[in-house]
T-cell receptor, first 108, second 113 residues
Framework: GQSLEQPSEVTAVEGAIVQINCTYQ??????LSWYQQHDGGAPTFLSY????GLEETGRFSSFLSRSDSYGYLLLQELQMKDSASYFC?????????FGRGTSLIVHP | NAGVTQTPKFQVLKTGQSMTLQCAQD?????MYWYRQDPGMGLRLIYY???????DKGEVPNGYNVSRLNKREFSLRLESAAPSQTSVYFC????????????FGPGTRLTVL
């Protein structure tokens, strides 16, 4: 089976940097993905790490350590519109598994 | 391109009624998925179809059936709805190579009374 653990809620102020952690236990591992979901909306893909290290996409970066079964999403220069839920997810053998999500609240 | 479309957007059923949720994608993806999302539970996989002609159970398949009608369409059927199936249902598709990025439909908000 597979399971992913992430904090339920994180708060930060506009302009700050926030890190959302994700630890996983999987029987097969192909990589770690991150999705964003605004209230009432559908999840949208943010990033993917297949190998150890940091992947950067604009203000968002994602990190993976396979040896530690750990990854994180880093959001820089936070904006109010970044208030949303963030999910880590892993797929293997066509069976994707999502974490329960982290609600990010950005305060002015 | 419309991406992934789902119908209906909202539905209210009485216990015991049946219904089919429709999903279609126009990205020529091989893999399609059905999830349910409940508060605090994240996205849980109900069924998936790795390619046209195949379907497999996910984490929470009980009470549901699926049909991969063709490469574009993947439907989810509730034969006898129960209040525990009140949820938001998302369909997704992907091409399972590399990032295996999943593209989600807008969701169906289902209430079973």
């Amino acid at each position: 089976g597979q399971s992913l653990e992430q904090p339920s809620e994180v708060t930060a102020v506009e302009g700050a940097i926030v890190q959302i952690n994700c630890t996983y236990q999987t029987s097969g591992f192909y990589g770690l993905s991150w999705y964003q979901q605004h209230d009432g909306g559908a999840p949208t893909f943010l990033s993917y790490n297949a190998l150890d290290g940091l992947e950067e996409t604009g203000r968002f970066s994602s990190f993976l350590s396979r040896s530690d079964s750990y990854g994180y999403l880093l959001l820089q220069e936070l904006q109010m519109k970044d208030s949303a839920s963030y999910f880590c997810a892993t797929g293997g053998s066509y069976i994707p598994t999502f974490g329960r999500g982290t609600s990010l609240i950005v305060h002015p | 391109n419309a991406g992934v479309t789902q119908t209906p957007k909202f539905q209210v059923l009485k216990t015991g009624q049946s219904m089919t949720l429709q999903c279609a994608q126009d990205m020529n993806h091989n893999s399609m998925y059905w999830y349910r999302q409940d508060p605090g539970m994240g996205l849980r996989l109900i069924y998936y179809s790795a390619s046209e002609g195949t379907t497999d159970k996910g984490e929470v398949p009980n009470g549901y059936n699926v049909s991969r009608l063709n490469k574009r369409e993947f439907s989810l059927r509730l034969e006898s709805a129960a209040p525990s199936q009140t949820s938001v249902y998302f369909c997704a598709s992907s091409e399972p190579q590399g990032a295996d990025e999943q593209f989600f439909g807008p969701g169906t908000r289902l209430t079973v009374l």
